[in-house]
């Protein structure tokens, strides 16, 4: 209870400016006290108004008044001071060099805790009372300490801003209203607030919606790295698994043929062997008879070598004659094999068995804006030619295979199951992935398409028309209009009628764009999908009139 009574008498002998035990203690008219220079230098800020008031209860003063030192108060203060219990607020209230200081403190300030709008003026804790004691200070906007509230005044009015001229887009206060921005578009600042502030919670809506957007992103290409790590994974296995078996293909294969060889080396050798003995025997013949005819030529009895000459003359029957296989008898076994190779290589070089990740390749980046212009566009552009197995037989393909012209006989091209039967159809040699940019000039009726390889050929049937099944999309252009088709869906298209279109793919992300080109480029229709295969590049000729062809376009 004594530790609560001191209290209160420091706070009941303290100074309401400073909060500091009254020095040189002087009591105003309506009873309140205050250093003498507390008040004075309070009062000395109002000078320019002409009138003085109460820091406690707002009490207001005309003239100023004079003021004495209350002697008794002053001596209670000092009998308080012998005690040894004067306090002060701790250190952590006090301001610093960073901190907002009460503009009404004096001598050490305090750590302010609001800042007000109106009064321009920062106050502490204990000095802010009178904004929730008194009614007009009420209705004051109170914000979080702030060192830049002179930012609110206006320097040629020296008034606070409180209007938001739109036409400048900059803060003004009343006077500027009807000077300078007089006719101007002028809303107060906390409507001009209030406006602001739904738009930066769109934006923040926005903003988090588009983090959401992000994160599912990430998430996806995370799926994705995962997956292009499986499947990479499982084509190194699996290739390993099929080169090995290839090896093992090629070394029992190896081993074969040089069994064969070997065998027939053996053989051959034998047969040679066998005739070398033959000839041995036979020469060792020729020489014993050759001895006893030179003896019998020797011998000077002519009964004798009449009665044996006979016998001696006769000569063995001869081995067959001897024919001689060049040294190069197994040249032909290199030959065979050297050919399998040259086989092998070119099955490998071939583009269908090439191990190739060009057209495979994964674009995991984020998604590409698509091109505003036609040089844009152009970084994207694919050198694409017809395929002539697939050109129907009322078609002429001419210009290296890009240009299709409707023929009056019938083109004389080679049986082929890829070839499209009835309609005046065909596709381009080149499968289509990643991000791909061309142009079709055309002549009279057409269609721009693009297709999966596995679109039906044979036959009048929807399955084999472009944009009338689910594995193809065309743009029909005649001389008027143009009509796109997707699974026999029709979807009429508005924009300026070209003779040449363009066509933009962005395969990974799903676009396919279609444009009318001229000076400038106009966006005739887009898809939004999803792409499960490779694409080709189709055209169809609907005109009737011999002549009428589409081209693709050199555009390198």
Known sequence: MAQK????????FSCSICLDLLKDPVTTSCGHNYCMNCIKSHWDVEDRKYSYSCPECRKTFTPRPDLLKNTMIADLVEELKKTGLQAAPADHCYAG???????????????????????????????LQFHFESAPYKKHKLVEPSKKLQENV?????????????????????LCSVDEHKGHDIVSAAAERAERQRELEGSRQTIQQ???????????LQQQAEAINLSADKAVEDSEKIFTELIRLLEKRSSDVKQQVRSQQKREVSRVRELQKKLKQEIIELKRKDAELKKLSHTDDYNQFLHNYPSLSTLSQ????????????FED??????????????????KRTNVSLTGTAVDVLLLQ?????????????????????????????????????????????????????????????????????????????????????????????????????????ALDCDNNSYTFWYNKVQTPVSGPVSSRVGVYLDHSAGI????SVSETMTLLHRVQTTFTQPLYAGLRVNSLFLGASAELCKLK
């Not at 004096?106 to 709008?117: D, F, I, P, Y």
């Not at 588009?210 to 996806?220: A, E, G, H, S, T």
């Open 333 to 350: 076994v290199t030959a065979a094999v050297s050919e399998v190779r040259a086989k092998l290589q070119d099955v490998l070089r071939e």
């Open 97 to 127: 060099a960073e901190d907002v200081a009460c503009d009404v403190c004096t001598g050490r300030k305090l750590k302010a805790h609001k800042s007000c709008l109106q009064c321009l003026a920062s106050f502490c804790e204990k000095h």
């Open 210 to 220: 588009r983090i959401q957007d992000r994160k599912k992103d990430v998430k996806l």
């Open 318 to 329: 001869s081995t067959s004659s001897i024919h001689i296989r060049p040294l190069s008898c």
């Open 512 to 515: 396919l764009s279609f444009y």
């Open 154 to 174: 206006c320097s040629r009015h020296d008034e606070v801003m409180k209007i938001f001229c739109r036409t400048d887009q900059q803060l003004i206060c009343s």
């Open 369 to 473: 804006p698509e091109p505003k212009t036609r040089a844009g566009f152009l970084k994207y552009s694919r050198e694409i030619t017809l395929d002539p197995n697939t050109a129907n037989t009322r078609l002429l393909l001419s210009e290296g295979n890009r240009k299709a012209t409707v023929i009056r006989e019938l083109h004389s091209y080679s049986s082929h199951p890829e070839r499209f039967t009835d309609f005046w159809q065909v596709l381009s040699r080149e499968g289509l992935t990643g991000r791909c940019y061309w142009e079709v000039e055309r002549r009279g009726e057409v269609s721009v398409a693009v297709a999966y390889k596995n679109i039906r050929r044979a036959g009048r049937t929807d399955e084999c028309e472009f944009g009338y099944n689910d594995k193809s999309w």
């Open 5 to 12: 009574r001191v209290k209160l008498d420091r706070e009941a």
